[in-house]
């Protein structure tokens, strides 16, 4: 609304929609006109109408002091007192006046005279003294009437200041009262010398008042992984990079659960591993054989010990060797070759042969609908007579060599997923496929199609490279092949595969 359009009416509305504060500040742009402003004050017939021109931020000096002769209202005064407008000797006026409230407000005035700070901040009212100690223009002769002020919630709010001179905090962080003493390590302005003194010190919550800075320096963090509390420990560690010693000092002298952290650390020294192998508690077992960078000599070892959490944290490790991989699945324990399941990588030899021989992997292996190269027909054949459908869709899916017959007979299987593994298989005939498009289960007749279309763009593929027929011409007679030179064998490279020694061991366990 442009400030022409304004009348005192418009004025009065809003403020009894909006109040007398949240109006002042609306108005501010375009500024209520002067005409305006004098209007609202000598209106007689509403007191929020002199609160308004009270509280405006851009009312004339001139019409302040007018109203703080003039005015009846005592709500007209605390708003008078807190006004950037008001003159100086009004709010010296103001801070000796007699209603508490009134000095409350002037106590928070930026431009309030330093002698008059002074007088508020050992104002017989404990609420003025809270409001001075809130006032950005306080200086050192004001903190140090405040710092030794009886009452905490004094303190507090000065500990609270954002530029409190340093000197003052350190009073303040050795103060008797712990919500002042954390509240002022936590968010004082503060130099390194004087956080390292606070890390150093043997005060829980001090030390953990200063872990909730934000960007505390690194000699500061690595000094508070050094507390004898493991709250502080857990607090500090959680914000930067930490050492081996660092490491060390929490394996030694850490609870389970920081030693169960420092086990799970990437790239974890071995002499730190060799300690945490011998752990007490299994959890921290546990989580040192689930890390990426374990030790091969420490997995030997948790495999010889043979418990049965630490093996399956071993089966899900990525990093260990197939030749582990053999020895935990020469454990025999189902719930390490239900692990061993859902491992990412296992070797295409050894798959088919815990197919074959254990449940447990058999089961949670077909669960996953993963694929499996089935090379032994009386295999191929056992799984795709399995009772749960996933096993004989897996069956029907891994053995290359089943002839048509046998797709029609699986793809007449009451459970879709088989019936999907029949049509998906690669020597479905055509006839089966669209047999398969009228299928009532979508996943199968979506199957169907997806085959039909991929047959038909790979025929068509073929048939638009299928060379011309040219004249044929007599045979060149060869020319004489060059004789060979003599040169060193070219080496391929060989991939690493589990030793076939090993392997074997494994089947005579299974077989057993």
């Given at each position: 609304?442009?400030a022409?359009a304004?009348?005192s009416?418009?004025?009065?509305?809003?403020?009894r929609?909006?109040?007398?504060?949240r109006?002042?500040?609306a108005?501010?742009?375009?500024?209520?006109?002067?005409?305006?402003?004098?209007?609202?004050?000598d209106r007689?017939?509403?007191?929020?109408a002199?609160?308004?021109?009270?509280?405006?931020?851009?009312?004339?000096s001139?019409?302040?002091?007018?109203l703080?002769r003039?005015?009846?209202?005592?709500?007209?005064?605390?708003?008078l007192a807190?006004?950037?407008?008001?003159?100086?000797?009004?709010?010296?006026?103001?801070a000796?006046?007699?209603?508490?409230?009134?000095?409350?407000?002037v106590?928070?005035h930026?431009?309030?005279?330093?002698?008059?700070?002074l007088?508020?901040?050992?104002?017989?009212?404990v609420?003025?003294?809270?409001?001075?100690?809130?006032n950005?223009?306080?200086?050192?002769?004001h903190?140090a009437?405040l710092?030794?002020?009886?009452?905490?919630?004094v303190?507090l709010?000065?500990?609270?200041?954002?530029?409190?001179?340093?000197?003052?905090?350190?009073?303040?962080?050795?103060?008797?009262?712990?919500?002042?003493?954390?509240?002022?390590i936590?968010?004082?302005?503060?130099?390194?010398?004087?956080?390292?003194?606070?890390?150093?010190?043997?005060?829980?919550?001090?030390?953990?008042?200063?872990?909730?800075?934000?960007?505390?320096?690194?000699?500061?963090?690595?000094?508070?992984?050094?507390?004898?509390?493991?709250?502080?420990?857990?607090?500090?560690?959680a914000d930067?990079?930490?050492?081996?010693?660092?490491?060390?000092?929490?394996?030694?002298?850490?609870?389970?659960?920081?030693?169960?952290?420092?086990?799970?650390?990437?790239?974890l020294?071995s002499?730190?591993q060799?300690?945490?192998?011998?752990?007490?508690?299994?959890?921290?077992?546990?989580?040192?054989?689930?890390?990426?960078?374990?030790?091969?000599?420490?997995?030997?070892?948790?495999?010889?010990?043979?418990?049965?959490?630490?093996?399956?944290?071993?089966?899900?490790?990525p990093?260990?060797?197939?030749d582990?991989?053999?020895?935990?699945?020469?454990t025999?324990?189902?719930?390490?070759?239900t692990?061993?399941?859902?491992r990412?990588?296992?070797?295409?030899?050894?798959?088919?042969?815990?197919?074959?021989?254990?449940?447990?992997?058999?089961?949670?292996?077909?669960?996953?609908?993963?694929?499996a190269?089935?090379g032994?027909?009386?295999?191929?054949?056992r799984?795709?007579?399995?009772?749960?459908?996933?096993?004989?869709?897996?069956?029907?899916?891994?053995?290359?060599?089943?002839?048509?017959a046998?797709?029609y007979?699986?793809?007449r299987?009451?459970?879709?997923?088989v019936?999907?593994?029949?049509?998906r298989?690669?020597?479905?005939?055509?006839?089966?496929?669209?047999?398969?498009?009228?299928?009532?289960?979508?996943?199968?007749?979506?199957?169907?199609?997806e085959?039909?279309?991929?047959?038909?763009?790979?025929?068509?593929?073929?048939?638009?490279?299928?060379?011309?027929?040219?004249?044929?011409?007599p045979?060149?007679?060869?020319?004489?092949l060059?004789?060979?030179?003599?040169t060193?064998?070219?080496?391929?490279?060989?991939?690493?595969?589990?030793?076939?020694?090993?392997?074997?061991?494994?089947?005579?366990?299974?077989?057993q």
């Amino acid at each position: 609304m442009s400030a022409e359009a304004l009348t005192s009416d418009l004025i009065l509305e809003r403020i009894r929609r909006d109040g007398v504060r949240r109006t002042a500040i609306a108005l501010r742009k375009p500024p209520v006109p002067s005409r305006l402003l004098q209007e609202l004050a000598d209106r007689a017939d509403t007191t929020t109408a002199q609160q308004f021109v009270a509280a405006y931020p851009l009312s004339p000096s001139h019409l302040l002091e007018t109203l703080a002769r003039t005015a009846q209202d005592p709500e007209v005064f605390p708003l008078l007192a807190t006004n950037p407008r008001t003159p100086p000797h009004l709010l010296s006026e103001f801070a000796a006046h007699e209603n508490p409230e009134v000095r409350m407000h002037v106590a928070t005035h930026p431009q309030l005279a330093a002698r008059e700070l002074l007088a508020l901040a050992q104002d017989t009212n404990v609420s003025v003294r809270r409001s001075v100690a809130t006032n950005p223009a306080l200086r050192l002769p004001h903190h140090a009437t405040l710092v030794t002020d009886a009452n905490p919630g004094v303190r507090l709010r000065l500990a609270a200041q954002p530029a409190l001179p340093a000197q003052v905090a350190l009073v303040l962080a050795a103060d008797a009262s712990t919500v002042v003493r954390t509240h002022t390590i936590a968010a004082a302005a503060a130099t390194d010398e004087m956080m390292l003194g606070w890390a150093a010190s043997d005060d829980e919550d001090a030390q953990l008042a200063l872990c909730a800075r934000k960007n505390l320096p690194d000699a500061v963090r690595r000094l508070l992984l050094l507390s004898p509390s493991a709250d502080v420990r857990r607090a500090a560690r959680a914000d930067g990079a930490i050492d081996s010693v660092e490491l060390l000092h929490l394996i030694t002298h850490g609870e389970p659960d920081e030693r169960s952290w420092c086990a799970a650390r990437d790239r974890l020294p071995s002499p730190l591993q060799r300690l945490l192998a011998q752990d007490e508690v299994p959890a921290v077992r546990l989580a040192l054989a689930a890390n990426p960078s374990l030790d091969p000599d420490i997995a030997d070892y948790f495999v010889a010990l043979a418990e049965e959490n630490v093996c399956v944290a071993l089966a899900t490790n990525p990093a260990v060797s197939s030749d582990l991989v053999q020895a935990l699945a020469a454990t025999r324990n189902p719930a390490v070759l239900t692990a061993l399941a859902y491992r990412d990588s296992l070797y295409d030899e050894l798959i088919p042969f815990l197919l074959e021989h254990s449940p447990d992997f058999l089961r949670h292996w077909a669960i996953q609908r993963r694929p499996a190269t089935i090379g032994d027909s009386a295999l191929a054949r056992r799984l795709s007579a399995d009772p749960l459908p996933s096993i004989r869709a897996l069956g029907v899916a891994g053995f290359a060599g089943w002839r048509r017959a046998d797709l029609y007979d699986f793809s007449r299987d009451p459970a879709p997923a088989v019936r999907v593994a029949a049509v998906r298989h690669p020597v479905a005939p055509d006839d089966l496929v669209a047999t398969a498009l009228a299928d009532s289960f979508p996943e199968v007749s979506a199957a169907a199609a997806e085959i039909q279309t991929a047959r038909e763009l790979a025929a068509r593929a073929a048939a638009a490279v299928k060379p011309s027929p040219t004249p044929t011409r007599p045979a060149a007679k060869p020319a004489p092949l060059p004789t060979p030179t003599p040169t060193a064998p070219r080496l391929r490279p060989v991939p690493a595969e589990p030793t076939q020694k090993l392997f074997n061991q494994l089947k005579r366990l299974f077989w057993q």
